[in-house]
């Protein structure tokens, strides 16, 4: 089966995936009455067997979100970064590359789905090659005004069809094709 791009994150309902300092402090205020459990993320999670992200979520992730523990193990990742002597986890790849590129070679080995791990600048540059084959988009329920915008940076025009919509826990999720 061809492996798929798939662009997985969660938004603010104006469009921001972080606020002006870089921070994502909103993806946890949500507050429900009655939470349910949700399984969504583990089961979109079998699916892969590559992340790709560039430097500045790298270092978030090991630095702020999660640093006693890389929560990417197990499946293979790659940074993109000009930036020599960084410490890799365990699973880490630094590359040196156009995000375009990367992708492309990517999608010539066999494997699982890939998943782009946030970032205006690593998204433009793939709506523009046309490599994204699937958007979900998780709305949080906050407007946070101003921020780091997704498609900060995108001229590209795509027409996605919409696959599934579901809400859960306060938020709602949407999953565009290509």
Do not use: C
């Not at 798929?4 to 002006?20: E, H, M, P, Q, R």
């Not at 020599?84 to 010539?108: D, M, P, T, W, Y």
């Amino acid at each position: 089966m061809k492996r798929k791009v798939i662009l997985y994150i969660a938004v603010s309902i104006d469009g921001f995936i972080a606020d002006t300092q870089g921070g994502i402090d909103f993806l946890g205020e949500v507050t429900v009455d009655k939470p349910v459990s949700d399984d969504s993320y583990e089961r979109f999670y079998e699916t892969i067997d590559t992340v790709v992200m560039g430097r500045t979520t790298y270092r978030q992730v090991v630095e702020e979100l999660s640093p006693d523990h890389y929560p990417y193990e197990g499946v293979k990742s790659y940074v993109l970064t000009t930036q020599q002597h960084l410490e890799a986890k365990e699973g880490v790849q630094f590359v040196n590359e156009s995000v375009v590129s990367l992708i492309e070679r990517l999608l010539a080995e066999e494997g699982g789905n890939i998943w782009l791990v946030g970032g205006a600048s690593l998204i433009a540059p793939l709506i523009k090659a046309d490599l994204i084959d699937e958007y979900n988009l998780t709305t949080v329920p906050v407007i946070l005004g101003q921020g780091i915008s997704l498609f900060e940076g995108n001229s590209t025009k795509r027409h996605l069809k919409l696959k599934e919509i579901t809400a859960v826990n306060g938020m709602s999720s949407q999953v565009y094709t290509r």
